[in-house]
């Protein structure tokens, strides 16, 4: 029977960490579709489903490919932020942060030094503030 399996899964894309996130939604939303009683709901849960079963067994692996490259270069987005406020965090009884009027740009800067001038890497545009 596992034969059988995985010969019929040879050449097929599987399971990915797009597919698994499908799974979870989906898990997710059938859940709440128990309590609420939804349609539209059950609607989003089977549409997930469905989505999960075609990527997992579809033959067009350079699409699927691509379509998990986009979903981890969104989700990298929020994890490297989280991942930034995180150190910002831990490093705030040592450091200062301070963003640039001009670019944007976050300097960090040591605290306990007073009033200094502090220049932007990026864009060089000085400013003066009290660490």
């Not at 549409?47 to 079963?53: D, Q, R, S, T």
């Not at 986009?70 to 994890?79: E, G, P």
């Not at 705030?92 to 944007?104: E, I, L, P, Q």
Request: with cysteine.
């Amino acid at each position: 029977m596992m034969n059988k399996l995985r010969q019929f899964m040879i050449g097929r894309y599987g399971v990915d960490n797009l597919g698994k996130a499908t799974a979870i939604a989906y898990i997710i939303i059938s859940v709440l579709s128990l309590f609420f009683h939804s349609p539209i709901l059950v609607v989003l849960a089977y549409a997930l489903l469905f989505l999960f079963f075609y990527r997992c067994f579809s033959k067009k692996i350079n699409k699927r490919v691509e379509e998990n490259q986009k979903y981890f270069s969104f989700v990298n987005r929020f994890k490297k932020k989280q991942n930034n406020l995180k150190r910002q965090w831990d490093d705030r009884a040592v450091y200062r942060y301070y963003t640039c009027k001009h670019c944007g740009q976050t300097i960090r800067v040591p605290k306990g030094k007073g009033k200094i001038c502090i220049t932007c890497p990026k864009c060089h545009f000085e400013f003066i503030k009290r660490t």
